[in-house]
């Protein structure tokens, strides 16, 4: 593998530019040129000896925001943002360790190489080190500390650019003929409502309190963290023509020829998003330094949800921005500091906020200054946010939760007995195989009528499979489901409400001459498998051979 990445040697420099343009744009989008939470000291793992600092995660999780287009925290904890970001970060230490141990490394020249080769520091197709030292200041980084990340994306692409393994004509048979068998499949849905229409649940008093005796712990107060903040609009910052035109010129290539002339809103806006964050720093500071760690509760606003959030006023962004302007420490009084309790259950504010507030409270034997809290971008408007303290919860007595633990009891044996019975018609089809004529015949299925369907199958998609009380996303989830799983017959929990039994009546393989007909685009994929495992296999033996700890609160 050495000799291969020696032989590429060029191919590797030109991934890796690819790599450092994601790693330069996420530097810059972190805080808008600022590099603010780069600072941070905070450790959120540890891969064997070496430590997940937080700046490398928000670079990632920055980064992955912009990549898919996401514009607020909530957003991109339902995409799973968060914990992709956090699995990347982990990955790149595997890859370091894994470097160590088969004995690749970086040179100078390599990162020379490499740093050369970036067009976003050349100007007329060659290097330029003014624009290099530019970049370096608009983004608060030293030079070392740059190149030093660097070499690591240099590292990365080393060690994950395994040459490509083509299969043999064995593996190629064995990979098409699985990913295109065709079942022929009975279906059954099961409903809750009809299954449990004719039957009795015990929910007398003392049932009750016997299940509230049992779970006792899921019944609290939520946690109360308070906070204080500083919060910014960016739709108040004013344009300031100057700056303008300079962060269109760090950005042209982003917005139209004309975007400047024109006043392009989409310029204009993601100009005022980066004021703002520039201004959120020096709140920052401001917080650091004139926070009452004791605020009185009367003065605490209670955040229900996004709009709850206090903003500054017009007054108070530009005092900001003078205090940016002349680089003079602001007095105290001269901008408000928002004081504010908020549930850490609270489903309607920046799930990133409480992500964060956990992390602190995790950490309060550090310090918890804002500069060890990143920002929260949320839909026009910036949050500073400052861990002061956590509430913890209260357990309810059962007198505040009779109705609930009642309800929470009704569901629950609602969904046992549904689940045994939907057992129970299951094992009377396996025991009876005629049952299987009240069930609805789909036909012969393969992969391609299920959520995995993919453009290079040999058999294709029907598009015709229908069932009366399911949605198509819901059969086409159910039928992968069925090919996921290693039993002839079996039960798919769509919802509380709905399950569906099957049957697989028999099977059929693809046909030699089906194979052989397989299209270039299938061989190659079949190729980025194997090199995807090859891949896969290195991870394998870092996990197996280095410990990960996950400092994050799960609670």
Same mark, same amino acid.
Do not use: C
């Given at each position: 593998?050495?000799?291969?990445?020696?032989?590429?040697?060029?191919?590797?420099?030109?991934?890796?530019?690819?790599?450092?343009?994601?790693?330069?744009?996420?530097?810059?989008?972190?805080?808008?040129?600022?590099?603010?939470?780069?600072?941070?000291?905070? &450790?959120?793992?540890?891969?064997?000896?070496?430590?997940?600092?937080?700046?490398?995660?928000?670079?990632?999780?920055?980064?992955?925001k912009?990549?898919?287009?996401?514009?607020?925290?909530?957003?991109?904890?339902?995409?799973? *943002?968060?914990?992709?970001a956090?699995?990347?970060?982990?990955?790149?230490?595997?890859?370091?360790?894994?470097?160590?141990?088969?004995?690749?490394?970086?040179?100078?020249?390599?990162?020379?190489?490499s740093?050369?080769?970036?067009?976003?520091?050349?100007? +007329?197709?060659?290097?330029?080190?003014?624009?290099?030292f530019?970049?370096?200041?608009?983004?608060?980084?030293? /030079?070392?500390?740059?190149?030093?990340?660097?070499?690591?994306?240099?590292?990365?692409?080393?060690?994950?650019?395994?040459?490509?393994?083509?299969?043999?004509?064995?593996?190629?048979?064995?990979?098409?003929?699985?990913?295109?068998?065709?079942?022929?499949?009975?279906?059954?849905?099961?409903?809750?409502?009809?299954?449990?229409?004719?039957?009795?649940?015990?929910?007398?008093?003392?049932?009750?309190?016997?299940?509230?005796?049992?779970?006792?712990?899921?019944?609290?107060?939520?946690s109360?963290?308070?906070?204080a903040?500083?919060?910014?609009?960016?739709?108040?910052?004013?344009?300031?023509?100057?700056n303008?035109?300079?962060?269109?010129?760090?950005?042209?290539?982003?917005?139209?020829?004309?975007?400047?002339?024109?006043?392009?809103?989409?310029?204009?806006?993601?100009?005022?998003?980066?004021?703002?964050?520039?201004?959120?720093?020096f709140?920052?500071?401001?917080?650091? +330094?004139?926070?009452?760690?004791?605020p009185?509760?009367?003065?605490?606003?209670?955040?229900?949800?996004?709009?709850?959030?206090?903003?500054?006023?017009?007054?108070?962004?530009?005092?900001?921005?003078?205090?940016? *302007?002349?680089?003079?420490?602001?007095?105290?009084?001269?901008?408000?500091?928002?004081?504010?309790?908020?549930?850490?259950?609270?489903? +309607?504010?920046?799930?990133?906020?409480?992500?964060?507030?956990?992390?602190?409270?995790?950490?309060?034997?550090?310090?918890?200054? &804002?500069?060890?809290?990143?920002?929260?971008?949320?839909?026009n408007?910036?949050?500073?946010?400052h861990?002061?303290?956590?509430?913890?919860?209260?357990?309810?007595?059962?007198?505040?939760?009779?109705?609930?633990?009642?309800?929470?009891?009704?569901?629950?044996?609602?969904?046992?007995?549904?689940?045994?019975?939907?057992?129970?018609k299951?094992?009377?089809?396996?025991?009876?195989?005629?049952?299987i004529?009240?069930?609805?015949?789909?036909?012969?299925?393969?992969? /391609?009528?299920s959520?995995?369907?993919?453009?290079?199958?040999?058999?294709?998609?029907?598009?015709?499979?229908?069932?009366?009380?399911?949605?198509?996303?819901?059969?086409?989830?159910?039928?992968?489901?069925?090919?996921?799983?290693?039993?002839?017959?079996?039960?798919?929990?769509?919802?509380?409400?709905?399950?569906?039994?099957?049957?697989?009546?028999?099977?059929?393989?693809?046909?030699?001459?089906?194979?052989?007909?397989?299209?270039?685009?299938?061989?190659?994929?079949?190729?980025?498998?194997?090199?995807r495992?090859?891949?896969?296999?290195?991870?394998?033996?870092? &996990?197996s051979?280095?410990?990960i700890?996950?400092?994050?609160?799960?609670?």
């Amino acid at each position: 593998m050495l000799e291969w990445m020696q032989k590429h040697r060029k191919y590797l420099i030109a991934t890796v530019w690819i790599s450092a343009l994601a790693l330069i744009f996420a530097m810059l989008v972190e805080w808008g040129g600022g590099g603010f939470s780069a600072g941070s000291s905070d &450790t959120i793992a540890k891969v064997g000896n070496l430590n997940v600092d937080r700046s490398e995660y928000l670079r990632a999780y920055n980064y992955l925001k912009n990549l898919y287009q996401i514009s607020d925290d909530s957003e991109a904890q339902i995409f799973g *943002i968060d914990d992709e970001a956090f699995r990347q970060t982990v990955r790149t230490k595997l890859l370091e360790l894994v470097a160590d141990d088969i004995g690749v490394t970086v040179t100078q020249d390599e990162i020379a190489d490499s740093l050369m080769s970036i067009p976003a520091f050349q100007v +007329n197709n060659r290097f330029d080190k003014n624009q290099y030292f530019d970049f370096l200041s608009r983004s608060g980084q030293k /030079a070392e500390f740059f190149e030093k990340l660097l070499g690591k994306e240099i590292l990365n692409e080393k060690i994950q650019n395994l040459p490509l393994f083509s299969p043999s004509t064995l593996e190629l048979n064995t990979f098409l003929s699985a990913n295109n068998i065709s079942d022929d499949i009975y279906i059954k849905i099961l409903k809750r409502s009809e299954l449990l229409k004719n039957e009795n649940f015990d929910i007398s008093d003392s049932s009750i309190e016997d299940f509230w005796n049992q779970n006792r712990g899921n019944y609290y107060k939520p946690s109360i963290y308070k906070i204080a903040y500083v919060a910014i609009k960016p739709s108040m910052i004013d344009i300031d023509t100057k700056n303008l035109r300079q962060f269109f010129e760090d950005n042209k290539t982003k917005y139209a020829d004309n975007a400047f002339d024109e006043n392009d809103e989409s310029l204009l806006n993601d100009y005022k998003i980066e004021q703002a964050k520039i201004y959120a720093q020096f709140a920052s500071t401001f917080i650091d +330094n004139y926070l009452d760690s004791n605020p009185n509760s009367q003065d605490m606003d209670k955040i229900v949800d996004n709009n709850s959030f206090s903003v500054l006023n017009l007054e108070s962004i530009n005092k900001l921005r003078e205090s940016f *302007i002349s680089g003079a420490q602001m007095e105290k009084g001269m901008i408000p500091i928002r004081y504010a309790e908020l549930a850490e259950d609270n489903k +309607n504010v920046y799930i990133q906020l409480l992500n964060n507030l956990a992390m602190s409270n995790t950490n309060k034997h550090k310090t918890s200054k &804002t500069s060890n809290m990143d920002i929260i971008e949320g839909d026009n408007i910036i949050i500073v946010p400052h861990f002061i303290t956590k509430v913890g919860r209260i357990p309810l007595e059962f007198s505040e939760v009779k109705d609930r633990v009642k309800n929470d009891l009704l569901e629950h044996q609602m969904q046992t007995k549904f689940n045994d019975i939907a057992q129970l018609k299951l094992n009377e089809i396996i025991q009876n195989n005629s049952n299987i004529s009240s069930m609805q015949h789909l036909g012969f299925v393969s992969l /391609a009528d299920s959520t995995q369907q993919n453009q290079n199958s040999i058999i294709p998609a029907r598009n015709n499979i229908k069932v009366h009380s399911l949605k198509d996303f819901e059969l086409k989830n159910a039928i992968a489901q069925i090919f996921r799983n290693n039993n002839k017959q079996g039960l798919i929990f769509l919802n509380d409400e709905k399950t569906l039994l099957y049957v697989i009546n028999q099977q059929n393989m693809p046909k030699l001459d089906e194979l052989f007909n397989a299209s270039n685009n299938a061989i190659d994929e079949i190729t980025q498998y194997k090199t995807r495992d090859m891949r896969n296999a290195l991870f394998e033996y870092a &996990t197996s051979k280095y410990r990960i700890i996950d400092y994050r609160r799960k609670d």
